[in-house]
């Protein structure tokens, strides 16, 4: 069993940036490729990037491309969204994911375990 955390959410102005923490419970994070998703007001939710559990490689879903960084440290169990360049767009909860496995996933069916969530509120 995995549990997640997400810290870090809050309002910010457009253009600024925020930097989101997901910590997780257990001694097994390393073999646990992560990602992030997020769900905005009257939206689905989505994919927004991935990090292998080795944290060589990333994904990012095209919305959020070169404005958002994914990076983990392992040694703290914790695996990390750093937003830059934020609009209103990118107001929504924000959720991190985990499954182990070794590819970068996408879909949310493919992991099996979330956090609660945190709010990020982008104001114009």
């Known amino acids: 069993q995995v549990q997640l955390i997400e810290s870090g959410g809050g309002l910010v102005q457009a253009g600024g940036s925020l930097r989101l923490s997901c910590a997780a419970s257990g001694r097994t994070f390393s073999s646990y490729s992560m990602g992030w998703f997020r769900q905005g007001p009257g939206k689905e939710r989505e994919f927004v990037g991935s990090?292998?559990?080795?944290?060589?490689?990333?994904y990012y879903a095209d919305s959020v491309k070169d404005r958002f960084t994914i990076s983990r440290d392992n040694a703290k169990n914790t695996v990390y969204l750093q937003m830059a360049s934020l609009k209103t767009d990118d107001t929504a909860n924000y959720y991190c994911?985990?499954?182990?496995?070794?590819?970068?996933?996408?879909?949310?069916?493919?992991?099996?375990?979330w956090g609660q969530g945190t709010q990020v509120t982008v104001s114009s």
């Open positions: 990090i292998h559990y080795t944290g060589e490689r990333t």
């Open positions: 994911a985990a499954r182990r496995g070794s590819h970068l996933y996408t879909e949310q069916q493919s992991y099996d375990y």
